[in-house]
């Protein structure tokens, strides 16, 4: 089992940049793919990326690309969220979750298929 607890998130201009860390407990973080997700008020929870276990293999959702990256730190036990240009529809609590599994290049990008979830942090980008 594991434990996430995030952070990073605040508030920020339309423009501006964050980065959200999700710290996990115990000596096993190589052995879980990680996802970020988002949760806008009124939607449902949506992907934002994912990382495989040793970082080799990573996805975003495609309205993301090329301003968010997905990162991790196995000896930190943390996997980040670098967010860049952030703008108003950004806004929204984002999630860190993880997925255990023997596969080193797996993720996944439903929020199905994850088993263990940190509480949120919320992200709100002013215009």
């Known amino acids: 089992q594991v434990q996430l607890v995030e952070s990073g998130g605040g508030l920020v201009q339309a423009g501006g940049s964050l980065r959200l860390s999700c710290a996990a407990s115990?000596?096993?973080?190589?052995?879980?793919?990680m996802g970020w997700f988002r949760q806008a008020p009124g939607k449902e929870r949506e992907f934002v990326a994912a990382i495989s276990r040793y970082g080799h293999n990573t996805d975003y959702a495609d309205s993301l690309k090329g301003r968010f990256t997905i990162s991790r730190d196995n000896a930190k036990n943390t996997v980040y969220l670098q967010m860049n240009s952030l703008k108003p529809e950004d806004t929204a609590v984002y999630y860190c979750a993880a997925l255990p599994t023997v596969q080193a290049l797996g993720l996944r990008v439903s929020p199905r298929e994850y088993d263990y979830w940190g509480q949120g942090t919320q992200v709100t980008v002013s215009s």
């Open positions: 115990g000596r096993t973080f190589s052995s879980y793919a």
